[in-house]
Each structure stands twice: as C-alpha cells, then as structure tokens.
C-alpha cells in the first residue's frame, strides 16, 4: 500500500519540531489578528448608541476569519489536518521513539480543547441544530412584530438598520472566551 503523498509523515523528531513550529508560527499571527478585530469589537460595543448591523456584521466577519482558521488549527481533529490536536497526537504516539518528555494536559486545557472542537464542528458545518436556533430567532421576531407574516411565498431578506445590544454582547462573550483558551493552549 503506497503513502498518501498529502499526509504530513513524522519519520524524525525534527519533521515534529518543524511542523510545531508551522502551527505555532500561523496560530500566533492569526491570534494576533484575532486580538485586534476583538478590540474593533470591543470598542463598538462600549459605545452607547444603537449598534449599526452593518457595521456590526462588517467587524463580525472581520473576527470570524481568524477565528474560523484558529479554531482549525487547534481543534481540527482528521488524520490529516494540520493542527494543535494532531501535534499532541503524534507526541504521545512517538514520545518513547523521538524521546520526549509527553506530558498529559490539565483537566482545564482539556475542557477548552473539548470547548474549542464543539465550537469549531458548529461553525463548520450547517445542522439541523442551528436552523433550529435560527427558527427560536424568527420566533422571537414574530411575536416583536405580530403585523409580519412568515413563512410567504414570496421569500424576502430584511436587514434591520440596528442590531440588539445583547447578541452582539453574546458573541463578543464567545469570541473573548475563545481567544483566552487559545492563549491558554499556547503557552
């Protein structure tokens, strides 16, 4: 059976070395990315005036990019995904042969590796889960304006001009939580 020629091989401890070093090298710049949309964020929420969904929705999409490669790089779990976990994988596995000293995580580290994979399979993927959570969202919409009907047969995208203040402070929250157990993870 022949290799796959994109899967990454550890044959040497210098192949694990120089791989850690790649995924530690894009985690700090996409962290520090990460770290400044958080502060655009941060400052937009303090603001007492109405929160402006595009301008909202402009510093969210900003956020999600590094957010979406962080959560990636540490919590991708598939054979061949460059990443955090992966690394702790191939340490344990070949600790005896490349002679390092493995160490188990704390209970904590363990918990936001947990928290970061849960995270990331939400982002990534479209579930049954989240159109039910969209459906609570419309719900809610239709008993703030009982005069709108949905679901119509003509299907229409209405944007407000404001968003609420608390989902905006719910994924402010979210995204603050994520880039401690980032940090965490890589220090």
Do not use: C
């Not at 962290?31 to 941060?42: A, G, I, Q, V």
């Not at 490669?69 to 344990?92: E, G, H, P, Q, T």
């Amino acid at each position: 059976m022949s290799e796959d020629p994109k899967l990454f091989r550890f044959n040497r401890k210098e192949d694990l070395i120089m791989y850690t070093s790649l995924v530690l090298e894009l985690s700090i710049k996409h962290l520090d990315r990460h770290k400044r949309y958080l502060n655009e964020f941060s400052k937009l929420i303090k603001t007492n005036k109405p929160i402006d969904y595009k301008q909202y929705k402009a510093i969210e999409d900003k956020l999600y990019s590094p957010q979406n490669y962080l959560l990636n790089l540490f919590a991708d779990r598939s054979k061949n995904s460059a990443s955090y976990f992966r690394i702790r994988k191939v340490m344990s596995d070949k600790a005896k042969e490349f002679q390092i000293n493995y160490v188990e995580h704390e209970q904590k580290d363990l918990e936001i590796m947990n928290d970061l994979y849960k995270r990331r399979n939400y982002e990534h993927h479209f579930t049954d889960a989240k159109m039910m959570e969209w459906g609570r969202y419309r719900k809610k919409q239709l008993e703030a304006y009982p005069g709108f009907q949905w679901p119509s047969e003509k299907i229409e995208v209405n944007y407000s001009q404001y968003i609420e203040k608390e989902d905006v402070m719910l994924n402010y929250k979210l995204a603050q939580r994520l880039q401690k157990g980032f940090e965490r993870l890589l220090e």
